[in-house]
């Protein structure tokens, strides 16, 4: 079929969507939606089958639903209208949810349902539940959808009215406000404030105050209670810098900000955001809490290395970090490093909003590009021992290529990759893509990987050969699996054969090229885009960190706009 996309943004769920109905075989096109009119043209152009909303801020045109089959993916139950839908479920402790499939109508979110699936509720942000349960459900439910057209234009299946299969499930909320979100530091137990934060991130965050001044509050995590401490009272600092504060029967840490006055109006690092107040509070230690942490599997063979840096984002003191934590893993006597990441994202490059903060953009993107490439070599030079990079979340950037960095790279069924860099602003990027990548799939696979600059669902990345596996239906799943994996790596008997293989194909390929030359001719394009005439890398970035409203879509999404489009109909006519 042809799916047009109609979206407020193509954010994880709609690139997921996107890549698992073109793996489906559907021809899928993108239209954010920004005006009546331009949304009434790209249907126009494309002339859907069906049109898919999977992330909308407002109603569907008329004009479009009551001439083309329109289906609205909600994220929250049958029978759950409104715009808060996963906010609330949060917030009230709901121990199952779901998304159901509905067909646009004149009211919001009540049309009749095409489908619907439900999941156990977690405890985690809405922004996690949105990215794993949520675009899993919906997947789900819009296959089950689609795989109706057809029997619903021959009138042999007719959609449930909303009324009559909502039962007592759900009822329209209105969007949640900040008066409902407010946290009464004086009564809310460390349960409540968790549930109120979790409800809010990634957006819009809890309106608080931090050392006396009004910002918006984000990951959250429950930490150790503080003897005597005020409720309230902000009472220390984790080495990774999130600071700690007291509730009435415990504490929360708290590890991103937006200030709601100053220069920076967006989502920072608390320890950057009031870098002297966090400073002076004492150090309380909390190894689960950070964001990085090493452990062994019980036979010493198998080390696991996590970074879950908050939505995957790597600044230059967090590249510092993981660089010495990475030497110390390697120098353990395990025979196998598996890279965890973090538990959402495995890595998304370098820190956007760390850079637009800084009093020199320019100087900041460079330290961090180079803090990230000396993971990546440290990676790529760690000859002692098997590195596996196993992917629990998506990656997108320079977190894609810090993966290829490994010997092996696995990934979670649905993890979705983008391994490329010009949708930031024609960024040419580093982190050694130049070797790795066409290392991996050949030099003309590379050069179209970069160019398409489309999301790649994992199970195709291993078809095009650019990771070595896919597996586990879910987290745990998969957790246990590349425990098993790493450990038959660990434990085979052809391991010191590998090791050699491993060590003598760097030794080759070094002397092909030297790993510093590749470097050196990456970082000769970046500083053109960090320092140079071209502001494209900084115009988008402002807006990626500022998240400006969409114009217009990107072409490479807009199948309908591009130059000499027809629907194939129309070819067909041309032809005869
Ligand atoms: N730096 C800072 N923040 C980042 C980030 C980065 N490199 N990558 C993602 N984020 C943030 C987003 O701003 C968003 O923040 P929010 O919590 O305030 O909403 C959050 O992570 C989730 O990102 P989002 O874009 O909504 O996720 P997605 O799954 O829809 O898209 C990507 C994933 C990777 C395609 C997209 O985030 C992206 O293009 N990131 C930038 C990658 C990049 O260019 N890195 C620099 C070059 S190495």
């Not at 042809?2 to 890549?19: C, E, G, I, K, M």
């Not at 009138?155 to 007592?168: H, I, L, S, T, Y």
């Not at 810090?402 to 391994?419: H, I, K, Q, T, Y």
């Not at 990345?461 to 038959?488: K, M, N, P, T, Y």
């Amino acid at each position: 079929m042809r799916v047009l996309f109609l979206t407020h943004a193509f954010n994880s769920l709609s690139q997921r969507l996107f890549a698992e109905l073109r793996a489906d075989g559907h021809q899928v096109s993108v239209e954010f939606d920004i005006a009546d009119a331009v949304a009434e043209e790209a249907v126009a152009l494309f002339r859907p089958d069906v049109i898919v909303c999977p992330f909308l801020k407002r109603a569907v045109p008329a004009s479009i639903w009551r001439e083309h089959l329109t289906l609205i993916v909600h994220p929250g139950v049958v029978g759950d209208r409104g715009p808060s839908a996963l906010d609330w479920a949060i917030h009230e402790g709901r121990s199952e949810w779901g998304v159901t499939v509905l067909q646009a109508e004149a009211e919001m979110d009540a049309g009749p349902v095409w489908a619907a699936r439900r999941f156990p509720m977690r405890a985690a942000t809405k922004a996690s539940l949105y990215r794993n349960e949520v675009t899993a459900a919906a997947v789900a439910a819009v296959r089950e959808a689609l795989a109706r057209v057809d029997a619903w234009r021959a009138g042999r299946w007719v959609p449930c009215p909303a009324d009559e299969c909502a039962g007592e499930q759900g009822d329209w909320r209105p969007a949640m406000r900040q008066a409902d979100r407010s946290i009464d530091w004086t009564r809310d137990g460390t349960a409540t404030v968790m549930a109120k934060l979790c409800a809010a991130d990634g957006y819009p965050g809890v309106a608080d105050a931090l050392f006396g001044e009004a910002c918006w509050l984000f990951d959250a995590q429950p930490g150790p209670p503080s003897e005597g401490a005020t409720a309230g009272a902000v009472v220390g600092r984790r080495a990774d810098g999130a600071v700690l504060r007291a509730t009435v029967d415990g504490a929360v840490w708290i590890g991103h900000v937006r200030r709601s006055a100053g220069a920076h109006p967006f989502k920072l690092p608390v320890q950057i955001a009031f870098a002297q107040q966090v400073a002076a509070l004492p150090l309380t230690a909390d190894a689960d809490a950070e964001a990085i942490g090493y452990r062994e599997s019980a036979d010493g063979h198998v080390g696991f290395l996590r970074f879950d840096f908050y939505n995957g984002a790597m600044s230059t003191a967090q590249c510092e970090a993981l660089r010495v934590a990475l030497e110390q893993a390697l120098a353990r006597p395990t025979r196998v490093l598996a890279l965890e990441g973090g538990r959402d994202f495995w890595s998304n490059g370098i820190h956007l909003n760390t850079v637009e903060a800084a009093r020199s953009v320019a100087d900041e993107s460079w330290a961090n590009i180079n803090a990230m490439n000396d993971v990546c070599l440290t990676l790529l030079l760690a000859t002692d021992k098997l590195t596996v990079a196993a992917m629990r979340g998506n990656a997108g950037a320079g977190g894609c290529f810090l993966a290829l960095a490994a010997d092996v790279v696995w990934a979670r069924e649905g993890v979705v990759l983008n391994p490329h860099y010009r949708n930031m602003g024609n960024l040419y990027g580093s982190e050694y893509w130049t070797y790795l990548l066409p290392r991996r799939v050949g030099t003309g696979a590379a050069g179209a990987i970069m160019a398409d600059r489309l999301p790649l669902l994992a199970g195709r990345a291993v078809e095009a050969g650019l990771i070595d596996a896919c597996f586990g239906r879910d987290l745990s799943a998969f957790e246990r699996e590349v425990a098993a994996r790493a450990g038959a790596l660990a434990g085979a008997g052809d391991y010191p054969a590998r090791l050699a293989c491993k060590r003598a194909a760097r030794a080759a390929d070094e002397a092909e090229k030297p790993l510093a030359a590749y470097r050196e001719a990456e970082l000769a394009q970046m500083r053109r885009n960090f320092y140079g005439f071209d502001p494209s890398y900084h115009v988008a970035r402002y807006h990626f960190v500022n998240k400006s409203a969409q114009s217009w879509t990107p072409r490479h999404l807009a199948l309908h706009r591009e130059t000499g489009w027809r629907v194939p109909e129309d070819e067909a006519e041309a032809a005869t």
